[in-house]
């Protein structure tokens, strides 16, 4: 079974950062998006930020100017990050790597992060 590799999510103070990072085997073909996407208690599951093979970003209007999301696609692994910077409180969600092809989408397991004092 194919599996997406998380890591990074923990717990930080507001205006704190934390940098997420997935590594996607190079088993998996034809991806087109990289990117993430997160889910709060009681609340959807929703888009984070994402990027294309050509670089495109989207982010989640809520993240934009404090999260940065990148690639790296050396060494026959697909690596996707996301940088955040100045985190508040509502940040807190489990984050969720996701891998889009032309045939499925791949799910990381989730990384936990934590903004609290």
């Known amino acids: 079974q194919v599996q997406l590799v998380e890591s990074g999510g923990g717990f930080v103070q507001p205006g704190g950062s934390l940098r997420l990072s997935c590594v996607a085997p190079g088993s998996i073909v034809g991806i087109y998006v990289m990117g993430w996407y997160r889910q709060a208690p009681g609340k959807q599951h929703e888009l984070v930020a994402t990027m294309t093979n050509g670089g495109n970003t989207n982010y989640a209007d809520s993240v934009k100017g404090r999260f940065t999301i990148s690639r790296d696609n050396a060494n026959a692994k697909n690596t996707v990050y996301l940088q955040m910077n100045s985190l508040k409180p509502e940040d807190t969600a489990v984050y969720y790597c996701?891998?889009?092809?032309?045939?499925?989408?791949?799910w990381g397991q989730g990384t936990q992060v934590t903004v609290s004092s």
């Open positions: 996701i891998v889009r092809t032309s045939s499925r989408d791949y």
